[in-house]
């Protein structure tokens, strides 16, 4: 009789046991889905980080109507839209796959302290909704995937989630910045100045589908390779400390098209130091080293460049 009474209040523990087990468990698992989870990309109007590489200095992406807007320091910049749509499909899928770690003790091994991981502050409609810490990103050869290890900032635990989240946010200011100084359809193009010194000016034009360069037949294939590297022109080398409001162009170029506002595209020539700013009328907010990678040498070419030989 003992020997029942035992086994029953041992199966009676047992089960309390395993309901308050699956009980808790079910209710983590809530918990951990339902925080990390609350941001509706479509509704985000800000986002505020501090990237550890580039020494913890604020940014922010900010919405202005349709576009991005980039502030950081002084400097109130556009945003380059390729970014912040990499940010914004991250955070679609901010998911927790499963709890990396509930302690304090464990926060310098996943990067989420304050010297080591990136503080993203996210905004909708200017109500901040979310404050996490971003830290360690694992890269799995083996399946092509990649985790984030991410805790909220007033909280301990530490989630792994499926994405590049880290990759995203922990940058340095140039590659949140629109870098572009032509990004457009080529298609509808049909017309080039060349506006250059002296007698070196020519026009590049588009009659009856064949391109003609000041009247002359041209090299096809010259041409095209030209124009489609012209309507994905950038860098990510800024020269913001250049001065060139008592200077003149040295070389314009116009592009003119079937509907579509006339593009400029001007160098300037400040010295040996700055011997080639580039600046667009697509985005006045950058001026560009067209040193880098040749980008003024490839921009301004001469017109024995498309004449057939």
Known sequence: MKQKHLILVFLVLLGVFLANYYFNKDKDETTMIADLALIDTAEVSAMIFYPKESDFQEMKLEKAGDKWRLKYGNKDV?????????????????KPKRLAAKSVNSWEKYEV????GTRVKIQENGEQVADLMIGKFIYNQQTGAGTSFVRRYEEDEIYAIDGYLNMAFNRKAEAFRDNQLVYTDAASWNKLTFNYPADSSFVLMKQDGYWFANGQPTDSMAVASYVSSMSRLGTTVFL???????TAPEFNITIEGDAMMPIELYSYNLGPARSSVMTSSMNEDGLFDGTASDLSTRTFVGINKFLLK
Do not use: K, M, P
């Open 113 to 116: 302290t304050d010297s080591l």
């Open 78 to 94: 556009a945003a380059s839209s390729t970014a912040v749509q990499s940010i914004l499909t991250q955070l679609n899928f901010l």
């Open 240 to 246: 913001d400390d250049a001065d060139i409001s008592a």
